[in-house]
């Protein structure tokens, strides 16, 4: 007979031990296999809190203005 | 219980079930069996087509320890609780959503999975055999995934189909 009550609380020890480097890790792991080869056993870095690169363009392209759009564009110039 | 293997028709004769480790795995890897010969034959029409001929293994499983989410009621609802907490950690832990075979292969890997012998679970047949009444799928299909391999006994060959 299957101790259902146990395995709950066995569960729930689990995840409350569990950290998000451990799963994130474990996740990585599964989707692209072992990737601590690659990467090193150490912990995850936010890279929003790294400092930006010195040559890095601040300036954000801005997809939705209209200026990139031309009548000559060869895609959308209706065929002769 | 009664359980149904199918896989390839090749050269030898399988004395024990194959191990499934795919990604389509979807209570993660185990050993998988049919709760019916007309689902584990229909498996064999549709997806064992490499060699033009399937085998269709029969076995006894001796088991009071399988988690049973199709027949009981208590089963069920404990899974589905498990399943949901697991899902919810990790959404927050990681920001990704896990799939169940994740979740079921995160649970044997620390060693929870391993104090069951296996999950019975089910879902829809596309058989056509099993569309008698119209526009509603009245059967389930079933599907034991088994952790525990100890608890195979008989495992025989029980038929040769042609695709």
Same mark, same amino acid.
């Given at each position: 007979?299957?101790?259902?009550?146990?395995?709950?609380?066995?569960?729930?020890?689990?995840?409350?031990?569990? #950290?998000?480097?451990?799963?994130?890790?474990?996740?990585?792991? /599964?989707?692209?296999?072992?990737?601590?080869?690659?990467?090193?056993?150490?912990?995850?870095?936010?890279?929003? #809190?790294?400092?930006?690169?010195?040559?890095?363009? /601040?300036?954000?392209?801005?997809?939705?203005? /209209?200026?990139?759009?031309?009548?000559?564009?060869?895609? #959308?110039?209706?065929?002769? | 219980?009664?359980?149904?293997?199918?896989?390839?028709?090749?050269?030898?004769?399988?004395?024990?079930?194959?191990?499934?480790?795919?990604?389509?795995?979807?209570?993660?890897?185990?050993?998988?069996?049919?709760?019916?010969?007309?689902?584990?034959?229909?498996?064999?029409?549709?997806?064992?087509?490499?060699?033009?001929?399937?085998?269709?293994?029969?076995?006894?499983?001796?088991?009071?320890?399988?988690?049973?989410?199709?027949?009981?009621?208590?089963?069920?609802?404990?899974?589905?609780?498990?399943?949901?907490?697991?899902?919810?950690?990790?959404?927050?832990?990681?920001?990704?959503?896990?799939?169940?075979?994740?979740?079921?292969?995160?649970?044997?890997?620390?060693?929870?999975?391993?104090?069951?012998?296996?999950?019975?679970?089910?879902?829809?047949?596309?058989?056509?055999?099993?569309?008698?009444?119209?526009?509603?799928?009245?059967?389930?299909?079933?599907?034991?995934?088994?952790?525990?391999?100890?608890?195979?006994?008989?495992?025989?060959?029980?038929?040769?189909?042609?695709?």
């Amino acid at each position: 007979m299957i101790d259902l009550e146990n395995l709950d609380k066995e569960i729930d020890k689990l995840f409350e031990k569990e #950290t998000s480097d451990s799963l994130i890790k474990w996740l990585l792991n /599964k989707r692209f296999g072992n990737i601590n080869i690659l990467l090193g056993n150490g912990n995850f870095v936010n890279m929003s #809190t790294q400092r930006q690169a010195v040559f890095s363009n /601040k300036n954000q392209a801005v997809f939705s203005e /209209k200026d990139n759009y031309s009548e000559n564009n060869p895609i #959308t110039r209706n065929a002769a | 219980m009664t359980f149904y293997h199918t896989q390839e028709n090749r050269w030898a004769i399988l004395n024990e079930p194959v191990f499934c480790s795919k990604d389509n795995a979807w209570l993660g890897e185990a050993y998988y069996f049919w709760e019916t010969e007309d689902d584990a034959n229909f498996w064999g029409i549709k997806f064992k087509t490499k060699t033009g001929k399937y085998d269709i293994y029969k076995t006894e499983i001796i088991s009071d320890d399988i988690l049973d989410t199709v027949f009981n009621r208590e089963h069920y609802y404990f899974w589905v609780k498990q399943i949901e907490k697991a899902a919810m950690y990790f959404l927050k832990k990681t920001g990704s959503k896990p799939t169940l075979k994740e979740i079921n292969d995160f649970f044997k890997e620390r060693n929870i999975w391993t104090k069951i012998d296996g999950i019975l679970f089910q879902d829809i047949s596309e058989n056509p055999i099993h569309y008698m009444v119209k526009e509603f799928q009245y059967k389930k299909r079933i599907q034991l995934a088994l952790y525990n391999k100890e608890k195979i006994v008989n495992f025989v060959l029980h038929y040769t189909g042609k695709v």
